[in-house]
């Protein structure tokens, strides 16, 4: 597979130049893609039922307090802005059916303090393959193939255990940290890893709830910033340069 | 979770073996194992008064909640990924008077609140809590408040059980766990005032409030240095409940974050041992007199089974673990456990139940191994042998695999229709909905050798009989069977604390952390062989980016909080921005605006720029594209909904979505910051020989120009009487400040100066 990095031939047509992260948004496309992924997509405002419920996440559980929520007003209608991508996977299940694989990048709302790596409106990335055989192994060599060719060879990933409701066993990856390649720094507060999305295996109640069979069908998803990778990828120093507006940043790519 | 490593230490042998591994080492186990770690922090020993410590902030997420947000259970933990001895706390029972205490305690609901104890104690002494009491909890930022107050919060920092302690002399009658009244109030043990109503639990005595349940306690019966006789209280509560006050009154607090994360009633009754023993050791006097509990516990609930097959972990986590390799993680758990032949097992547990009396709706968790219907029988027969079956008989016919009469062996389910009282034609729990035409309302198990076991209104009890000669089974509806049966299963007893272990799948984890992730082999998946396929939407938005910067626009994405819109937010982060954009224009705009000022530096001569993004609309949304451009001469901005904008750009409405545009970039882009000051610019036009090249004009300017030269554009360029005119826009910028007009006055002049000493060049 070609390296989404090799492909640099400056056509004479092009003029405009494109904000960094629909760069970086169709490098995840080709990369996945090149790996059998669909892309999916869902709406930014959604239901409590398909952005919390499906997902294993009751009401009144602590589990809640992971997202911190955006609702839509009058807030009986129980409608909200995505707190994450996450929902994507339950939408699409829905309506299709195992051997599963699909990418689904999109934009997320959090009621969040905004500083130089966050951001109440920012970008995600959720993957999710779904099969009779699928396992932890392979979620492993997914994540490493594309954070590899994301962002070069040198970049090695790890996952550590954590806890989403949506995924048991659960997991945080990880990847070599950009600033020292892993030696330790500040960047990274001396763990040579810094941490960039959750992942684990569907949960069984996920499965159930849009009845695909969890004793048949089994599988990953993972999920994480694209905001953040952008940043790492460019340097960009602050996050909330995206949606500035602000040719200062798009001229530069 | 803050935890210190002193504290810790305590739950392992002092000798050699039993002595913890440095902090460091400590925080890179549990990363890799258990839980993120989010600080570590020295405190350096202080002289003989104070020893060192080194406090460890452990991000302990809900699934854990339950059993380690205390020492206690990180310490567990510790022992289990370091395979070392775990030293629990010596509780030697206190001794009790055989008095009545008088203390009557009295539940109004027990879901809201499954158990409470109180305990009156009498003649103590309530001082300054003794040093290695007061260290603790200062050591992990807790005031010390006095030896009672402090043994309750210590208990709660081990043990992960919030206790209270009430002044019992200020209690009137007897303890009632009560919701409060519409409009009932309480004054909280800091002085505020808080305002309950009809969802919010209390503690109460005959005057009224004492305390909100896992909240708060009141002020009323608060234990001071004037305090004799006390009752302690060790109590469970319901989460949701707990969370939702807590929200409702906006108090967070330790207490009510362990509870509204869910912990084990028996908790309680070992934190009200320590405690009691803590009192007596620390806070007694010659007169103390301790009375025994009040324990009111209606529903006690029996411990989860959970079981997983060799397989199916390395099913699931894609490894080659051995039996062996399981037995030893399972082995350093400390938990109870054992390997079972799942047949065998469902046929032993199902004998020894035989005459336990039938409940319609007999709950598993707490009416087994007394009472059964006949599904909750086979649920818990199944959950002795590790596996977890739906409650309900439709559920368990759904979940188990058809099989025919003739293929009927031993663990097998049989099912009928009753025909009378309610029969299920759908799922409820298992794939929720799934059709069951032929009807199911009843369920048994067969034992081989033609025996079926199972408990029905009519048997009265667990009963066994022949399958040929059932009455009950004359005509059954099918025939399952539970595919997990055919292999050994690892079946675990999950301690008490441990509520997070309740599926195979919950035991895949635990098995695969203790193992380490980063032991599991990468492997790449099967290929599917499928080509993927393409997502319109995602096709079209890309072909309209491809098209716009053809056109020489380049994108911004702009907020959609907007300050006007359709659809507003409940909780918007701006108070001025509530709304969510119904339109990508107007944003725009001022993105134009914002560009054009810096035009100079971008070396624009006209700005161009497009969004595409979802829009908000009273019922809707969509994806809009809008692109705009500004000059001298004019501002024009439009907009479509994308499959318009689609063939707006490209005239023909069919439009390409079989394939996805990939877009060139340049190799190694890096971003350079740019400066927040000011930028200044200024025009230059020189007179040069006709030959004379544009760049040998700029490689004077540059050279003369300095390092607050950022930008440089030719703008004119025009020939007469043998000689060429060039004229350039010249940007200049600081990074650290804003510059001035007389030192860029001076490069000015340097630049004119150089230029006009060119033979023939004039600066115009």
Known sequence: ?253 | MIISRNWLQEYFDSSKDGKLPSTKELAEILTMHSFEIESVETLPAGGQEKSGDDIIDIKVLPNRAHDCLCHRGIAREIATLLGKNFVDREISETKETEDDSGLKVEIQDSKLCPRYIGRRVENISVKDSPKWLSEKLETLGERSINNVVDITNFIMLDFGQPMHAFDADKVAGGIRVRLAAKDEKIELLDGKEAMLDESILLITDEKGPLAIAGVKGGKRAEVTAETKNIILESANFNPSMVRKTSQKLGIKNNSSKRYENEISPELAGLAMRYATKLISENASTDSTKIYKTEDIYPRRRNSYKVGVSLSEINRHLGTKLTEKEVENILNKTGWKWEKVNPIEKVKTSAETLIGKPYLLGASVSYDAPEKFDCSSFAAYVFAQAGISLPRMSVDQYVYSERIKKEELSSGDLVFINGGNGKIHYKSIEWLAGSDVPEGVDHVGIFLGEDKIIHTSKTTGAVFIEKLSESKYFAKPVGFGRIKALKEERFVITAPFERLDLKIKVDLVEEIGRIYGYENIASASPKEISTSPEINEDFALIQQIRSSLINLGYSEVYNYAFSEKGEVEVENPIASDKPFLRSNLKDSLVKSLELNWRNAPLLALEEVKIFEIGTVFYKDKEQINAAWGIKNKKEVKVEEYEMFAAQEKLTNSKAGNRESIPYFPRKADAKFEPFSSYPFILRDIAVWTPKNTKEAEVLDIIVEKAGKFLVQKRLFDKFEKNEKVSYAFNLVFQSQERTLTDSEINEVMEKITAALNSKNDWQVR
């Open chain 1, 1 to 253: 597979m070609k390296n989404p990095e090799n492909d640099t031939e400056e056509s004479n047509t092009q003029k405009g130049h494109l904000h960094p992260l629909s760069l970086i948004i169709a490098d995840i496309g080709k990369i996945f893609s090149e790996m059998g992924f669909d892309i999916a997509k869902g709406p930014e405002i959604e239901t409590e039922y398909y952005n919390f419920d499906a997902l294993n996440v009751p009401k009144d559980h602590p589990a809640r307090d992971m997202w911190d929520t955006f609702w839509i007003k009058p807030q009986k209608d129980r409608k909200l802005l995505r707190a994450h991508t996450s929902p994507v996977q339950v939408r699409y299940m829905e309506t299709h059916k195992p051997p599963i694989r699909i990418v689904a990048p999109g934009k997320c709302y959090r009621h969040e303090a905004t500083d130089a790596t966050h951001d109440a409106e920012f970008y995600q990335i959720e993957a999710l393959m779904i099969d009779k055989d699928i396992t932890m192994g392979n979620l492993i060599w997914i994540t490493g193939e594309f954070f590899s060719k994301l962002l070069g060879k040198e970049t090695k990933t790890r996952l550590r255990p954590s806890y989403f409701p949506f995924v048991e066993p659960g997991a945080e990856i990880d990847m070599t940290c950009f600033k020292c390649g892993g030696k330790g720094c500040t960047t990274c507060k001396q763990a040579g890893w810094i941490e960039i999305g959750g992942a684990g295996m569907v949960h069984p109640n996920v499965l159930l709830s849009v009845g695909i069979n969890p004793n048949e069908y089994q599988g990953f998803a993972f999920g994480f910033g694209i905001g953040r990778l952008t940043q790492i990828k460019y340097g960009i120093n602050d996050n909330r340069l995206f949606h500035s507006g602000d040719l200062r940043l798009t001229n530069q790519f």
